[in-house]
């Protein structure tokens, strides 16, 4: 997700990152990159499946940017992680869990000696507790409080993370795209209907403005969107889901680096009469409407909604 759209950074909220460093395991790269075809229908390019590991006080983390995958495993499941055999630019590590069960992960350079020294260290933190979670609500200006402090650094990445998911359907990032991405992010205060996304968009821009990566999430869209779904009411949900939508237009729209809104053809006019595309990103538009489904939206009713329509 770009470098400040990254799903795991140095100021994760909660955990403090001990380490981290390019990554690369076989087995879960085949398991992520099913999981990624199956979604997307394609696969999305020769570094689609580029990884970091990244360990904190709390977990293990196997982080996969261009596909949205974030695996972790914390460390009361790891019994050891071992040295292995060093080759010219990579070493090796025997990931060893409770549950018998062995990994080996290819590191770069000194990777595999410090990850295994920050395995080898206690870690001692308080185990989790959150409340139970409030009953839906309105929404409103005070939309934050729908969510524990943790929840909510877990989602409030979501307008970059799912814009993100456009942006490398194809495994390129796009100028045009990027531009697009924090251009929506900027504007999304005062563009935005939903009081949550407002409010994501404000930190976000904050992000951006003080070249601060926005705290990355172990919790993929999905479940991210169904967390939501159950926290606020039906219709800030659905307003929620129309403002993603809409910057996902926005980003799929994008050819050479500039909007594309021509007056007619014959692709928007059966699908998607609100606005014009270029037939080539036909898939990445389809995108936009399999996310509105997945959410529950029918892709109609955002037509009629959408700040592209008026």
């Given at each position: 997700m770009v470098e400040s759209m990254r799903l795991v950074q140095t100021d994760h909220p909660g955990e403090t990152v001990l380490g981290r460093g390019v990554a690369k395991c076989t087995a879960l790269d085949k398991e992520i990159l099913e999981r990624h075809v199956s979604s997307l229908g394609r696969s999305g390019g020769m570094r689609l499946l580029e990884a970091d590991w990244v360990a904190t006080d709390a977990a293990l983390y196997y982080v996969t940017p261009r596909t949205g995958s974030v695996l972790r495993w914390p460390w009361d499941q790891i019994?050891?992680?071992?040295?292995?055999?060093?080759?010219?630019?990579?070493?090796?590590?025997?990931?060893?869990?409770?549950?018998?069960?062995?990994?080996?992960w290819k590191l770069a350079g000194t990777s595999a000696a410090e990850l295994s020294a920050i395995a080898s260290r206690p870690k001692v933190r308080p185990p989790d507790s959150q409340p139970p979670p409030p009953p839906p609500v309105a929404g409103?200006?005070?939309?934050?409080?729908?969510?524990?402090?943790?929840?909510?650094?877990?989602?409030?990445?979501?307008?970059?993370?799912?814009?993100?998911?456009?942006?490398?359907?194809?495994?390129?990032?796009?100028?045009?795209?990027?531009?697009?991405?924090?251009?929506?992010?900027?504007?999304?205060?005062?563009?935005?209907?939903?009081q949550l996304a407002k409010a994501m968009a404000a930190e976000q821009a904050q992000d951006l403005m003080s070249r601060r990566p926005t705290p990355a999430s172990s919790m993929n869209v999905r479940s991210a969107m169904g967390m939501i779904r159950t926290r606020v009411a039906p219709a800030e949900y659905k307003s929620f889901v129309f403002d993603l939508a809409d910057s996902l237009w926005a980003v799929a729209s994008q050819t050479g680096g500039s909007f594309r809104f021509p007056s007619a053809d014959r692709y928007v006019a059966e699908r998607f009469p609100a606005v014009v595309v270029a037939p080539r990103n036909e898939f990445r538009h389809g995108m936009t409407a399999t996310f509105l489904r997945e959410c529950g939206v029918d892709p109609q009713e955002w037509l009629a909604a959408s700040r592209w329509a008026r």
């Open positions: 019994v050891s992680v071992a040295k292995g055999r060093r080759g010219l630019l990579t070493a090796g590590v025997d990931i060893r869990f409770t549950n018998g069960s062995v990994m080996t409103g200006p005070n939309v934050k409080s729908l969510f524990t402090p943790a929840e909510w650094e877990q989602i409030r990445g979501l307008p970059s993370a799912v814009m993100a998911m456009v942006t490398y359907a194809d495994g390129v990032a796009e100028d045009g795209e990027v531009a697009a991405t924090y251009l929506e992010l900027m504007q999304g205060q005062e563009q935005y209907a939903s």
